[in-house]
């Protein structure tokens, strides 16, 4: 799934000492950066692993996208600075700066790019770290708290375990949620997973579920024959959208990757989604936009979008007999199907739109950085001392 916006391009810098003009743009991406007693908005980093179109990846844009709006001023940092998603930030005039991790953070390299990011926090006078996924995590929670950076942010965005976890990075990761000032979670039933297994205080999680661009998912009209040709002519369409890394999707077949998914969306009579695991799912959120009936497995944070029967339909997980009833239910019984959809529709413009999780996001800024709604109180006494710090640095090229 991948959205599109703006115009203008952005510097990407990156932190590779291997290129002899890494420093200076490094330096030219802290001068863009406003002063911070301008207006009151707080320097906020959010760091990602990569800019590949992915649920969590679209998330991270779309939102520094619409903070960019508002008194904040915000960057993007990331591990691997690839990706479709780059040119989105890129033409929106968002400085991008990378972090390049190799194999391992465990290693030179890894050590290497954790002081550079914490170097670049203090003499960018962050307030606010938002690291949205693992690498993110382990990278930037570390250079965020040798920074003293105000506010540190990490973020678990899944229920299943990916396969990196063993019993030991268990550790570390709980370590790293025990560092930050906030775990941020799109699900409740993800804020139940950290409590119960890794017994983080609940009140250090904060659920703030998905945004989704109701407005560009509602306002397309379907277009079979110049989408898909005679293909599907006077059929039923069922769509099924998610990404294809992960074994949970409980999918069919693969078919292919689209960036046209809204007008997709438009030509189809209903959507499902059959995954074993789900956080908070994307493609629920942007079929019941598009005003689409849903079929889903009734799975992790799923049905805190669905009430079942009454804006979409849950079945339970690996279940092919459920699965086909409910979707006979949509397609034979179009009043049904009406009533499903213009409920799921209404519920993502009240409920799920971007702006609500904007609100949100700043309340925490906000509140997180000593209380202060102005943040250009707070103060980096020590910048002098890290611009001495940087000669060093420069004597390596």
Request: glycine content about 8%; proline content about 5%.
């Amino acid at each position: 799934m991948l959205s599109t916006l703006s115009t203008d391009r952005a510097a990407v810098v990156k932190n590779d000492p291997s290129s002899p003009h890494w420093l200076p743009k490094f330096h030219t991406v802290l001068s863009r950066l406003k002063a911070p007693s301008d207006n009151g908005g707080a320097r906020v980093l959010h760091l990602v692993d990569t800019l590949n179109v992915g649920g969590t990846e679209t998330q991270m844009v779309q939102t520094t996208l619409r903070l960019r709006s508002t008194s904040h001023h915000v960057t993007v940092g990331c591990l691997h600075a690839k990706g479709p998603l780059l040119e989105v930030l890129q033409q929106a005039d968002i400085p991008v700066v990378e972090f390049c991790k190799k194999k391992t953070l465990l290693s030179v390299n890894g050590v290497y790019q954790l002081m550079r990011l914490a170097l670049f926090l203090r003499r960018g006078q962050f307030h606010v770290i938002h690291a949205h996924d693992l690498w993110a995590n382990l990278l930037g929670v570390p250079a965020a708290w040798l920074a003293r950076t105000p506010v540190i942010i990490c973020s678990r965005r899944y229920l299943a375990d990916l396969d990196w976890y063993t019993p030991w990075r268990n550790k570390i990761i709980r370590t790293i949620y025990r560092l930050s000032t906030h775990v941020i979670v799109n699900s409740a039933s993800v804020r139940q997973l950290l409590v119960e297994r890794d017994r983080l205080p609940a009140e250090k999680i904060h659920v703030i579920y998905n945004g989704v661009d109701v407005d560009r998912f509602a306002g397309v009209r379907g277009d079979r024959e110049g989408l898909l040709g005679s293909f599907g002519s006077g059929s039923k369409l069922i769509a099924v959208v998610a990404n294809m890394y992960s074994r949970v999707k409980g999918h069919f077949l693969f078919v292919g990757c689209r960036q046209d998914v809204p007008e997709l969306l438009a030509c189809c009579d209903v959507s499902v989604l059959p995954s074993e695991a789900e956080a908070m799912p994307n493609s629920v959120l942007e079929s019941m936009a598009a005003g689409l009936p849903v079929v889903a497995t009734g799975v992790g944070g799923t049905p805190e979008i669905i009430v079942d029967g009454v804006d979409g339909l849950l079945v339970p997980p690996q279940d092919s007999q459920a699965l086909a009833q409910a979707m006979l239910h949509i397609l034979q019984d179009a009043d049904f199907a009406r009533r499903l959809s213009r409920s799921g529709q209404e519920k993502m413009q009240t409920h799920f739109g971007f702006d609500r999780l904007i609100a949100e996001l700043e309340q925490l800024y906000s509140n997180s950085v000593l209380g202060m709604k102005d943040f250009s109180s707070v103060s980096h006494s020590d910048v002098v001392l890290l611009d001495q710090q940087t000669q060093p640095l420069r004597g390596k090229n």
